[in-house]
């Protein structure tokens, strides 16, 4: 009768999970299904939002299948801007529970199976496209319509 009982309060109170710690830190996932790791300051600032899909081409490029996990600390805007680009990729993304809230990241990439990566985080695999340098001159070379215009217009004539 105890057995059953406490059979009885096990399931009422969810499934029991293994590494349950693990999985609150790495926003419930496993760590070595890991791939890629952001924190919540990095997944909230516009140079990952620039060059996330970028990001997540070239890991797909090595690892199959991906999922993006992101933090419930992560800010609405940033939230909504990665999910959209995530999903114009086809890879199921989730913005994860409360439960995470403690997590130290803001986002995880991460496959369903075991992976082995040198550097987890994002801002090393991908130095050359999240160093703040790189991100200035990309904006540069991004001219709007009107100032190539009217540089195009006022420079030196034939």
């Known amino acids: ?5 406490k059979l ?3 399931k009422a109170h ?3 999970r293994l590494n349950p710690d693990e999985q609150k830190k790495y926003l419930e996932t496993f760590f070595e299904r890991v791939i890629a790791i952001a924190d919540i300051d990095e997944a909230n600032s516009s140079i ?3 060059h996330f899909e970028e990001i997540l081409q ?7 299948p991906l999922f993006v996990k992101i933090s419930p600390n992560v800010e609405t805007t940033s939230q909504v801007s990665l999910m959209k680009i995530a999903h114009s990729l086809n890879i199921q993304t989730t913005i994860v529970s409360e439960e ?3 997590s130290p990241y803001g986002i995880v990439i991460h496959s369903d199976h075991p992976v082995k990566v040198d550097s987890l985080e994002l801002k090393i695999q991908f130095s050359s496209l999240l160093t703040p340098g790189n991100i200035q001159n990309a904006q ?3 001219r709007s319509f009107w100032n190539k ?3 195009h217009k006022n420079g030196p004539s034939s």
């Open 1 to 5: 009768m105890n057995d059953m009982n």
């Open 8 to 10: 009885i309060l096990e």
């Open 14 to 16: 969810g499934a029991n």
């Open 48 to 50: 990952l939002s620039l």
């Open 58 to 64: 070239k890991l797909g490029e090595h690892y199959q």
């Open 100 to 102: 995470c809230h403690c």
């Open 140 to 142: 540069q070379a991004k």
């Open 149 to 151: 215009f009217f540089t």
